[in-house]
């Protein structure tokens, strides 16, 4: 075995400050989302990094050039809350930026790498998210990848590689071969349904770019913001309804994103919960194949619009997974042809389906399936082989 044991086989789930705080974060926020992962079942369903995004440290270097953690924000220093999240069996994530600096205007690690990876070992960090700011436009953004990936696989720590350019430069084409785990293919999520819908749009014909080792990362959650950002941009006038945030996840969890919470999780609802917390859902996102999902468009054809497909993921024990994603303003019904899965009726087997919103069986269909989805709404089955 190598001096590394495996990162990245299925894609990571965690919490990220982003989203909700921003700028306004410390470590007795982060404590209690630790507490939280364990009390709220979180930890238990598979969450398990914690990662403080931008703002956290000074603004200057010191005079060695190390990153300072803001002491008012963080007095008991990065090596003590890290110490907190591992003594609750969870892992730590920290932020920084390929650039000179952050997006947010921090010290970044450009001409640091080495140093810096050194530093996030020292202080127990098992997560970098590394962001696209500020980047010196005479090197290439392939080039300092592969140069923070040789560092923390170096640095003496499992550090996994969470790789953020927003889909630019060509990511898709050298992303995996630089050696990051996870790497963000698009700009920056809003709390609010067009971004959501245009986010995974974006990301449907780019399903054979993600996989075990290197998942495509559709962004941070939004479900159970509700507009609670203190960052106009993400959404305070923005947020979405309960249905809306169930699609958003289902498309996360089909799709094979990391899954990356972004809300307050001190103060979830029930609606949050039952969706960040449902089994079937992260057992789909999390199956050991980490298979990309293929799309199929319903019948008829003259109906056909890109708002309304379905998408069907190969599972490990030979079920399959399948959405049905109705992202247009109207109900609709979404007919999938089991020959279109790869199973006429020649094959003498019919699926058996399950509701993985639910966990209601749905009973056993033979050639086709035409649920009626509500818009904005998706049904997602867990399908099994079953002989005639
Ligand atoms: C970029 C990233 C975001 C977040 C901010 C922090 O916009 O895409 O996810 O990390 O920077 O400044």
């Known amino acids: 075995m190598s001096k590394q044991s495996l990162l990245g086989l299925v894609p990571s789930m965690g919490w990220n400050s982003w989203n909700t705080f921003t700028w306004d974060i410390n470590e007795q926020l982060i404590r209690e989302v630790a507490d939280r992962f364990v009390t709220e079942g979180y930890k238990e369903a598979g969450y398990e990094y914690i990662v403080i995004d931008d703002c956290w440290s000074l603004k200057q270097r010191d005079a060695e050039g190390r990153l300072v953690p803001d002491p008012e924000k963080f007095p008991s220093g990065m090596k003590t809350l890290a110490d907190y999240i591992h003594g609750k069996g969870l892992k730590f994530g920290m932020y920084s930026c390929v650039g000179t600096h952050t997006c947010a205007g921090y010290p970044g690690s450009f001409e640091h790498e080495f140093q810096d990876a050194e530093q996030l070992a020292e202080w127990g960090v098992d997560f970098l998210k590394y962001d696209y700011c500020f980047k010196p436009r005479h090197i290439s953004g392939e080039l300092l990848y592969k140069r923070m990936s040789l560092a923390l696989k170096n640095c003496g720590r499992n550090i996994l590689f969470s790789a953020c350019n927003w889909g630019e430069d060509g990511v898709y084409q050298w992303i995996r071969e630089s050696g990051a785990h996870m790497y963000r293919s698009t700009g920056d999520i809003q709390d609010n349904w067009d971004s959501i819908k245009k986010l995974a749009l974006s990301q449907l014909d780019k399903q054979c770019y993600t996989g075990s080792f290197c998942h495509n990362d559709l962004d941070m959650l939004v479900v159970g913001m509700y507009g609670g950002s203190n960052n106009d941009f993400i959404g305070r006038i923005g947020g979405c309804s309960d249905v809306e945030y169930r699609t958003h996840f289902a498309l996360w969890s089909l799709m ?102 639910t966990n209601e069986e749905l009973g056993v269909y033979t050639e086709r399936f035409a649920p009626t989805v509500p818009a904005h709404d998706c049904l997602v089955v867990r399908a099994k082989l079953v002989r005639r």
Not at 293 to 303: C, H, N, S
Not at 323 to 348: H, K, V, Y
Request: aromatic share 10%.
């Open 256 to 357: 094979g994103s990391p899954l990356m919470i972004g809300c307050d999780i001190r103060s979830a609802n029930q609606a949050t919960k039952d969706i960040l917390l449902n089994p079937n859902l992260i057992a789909i996102n999390q199956d050991p194949e980490s298979r990309g999902a293929y799309r199929i468009k319903p019948e008829p054809q003259w109906f056909h619009t890109d708002e309304v497909f379905m998408l069907v993921r190969v599972l490990a024990d030979g079920d399959l997974a399948i959405g049905f994603f109705n992202l247009s303003d109207g109900q609709r019904e979404i007919s999938l042809q089991f020959w279109d899965l790869g199973l006429p009726f020649a094959s003498g087997f019919s699926l058996s389906l399950k509701d993985c919103w």
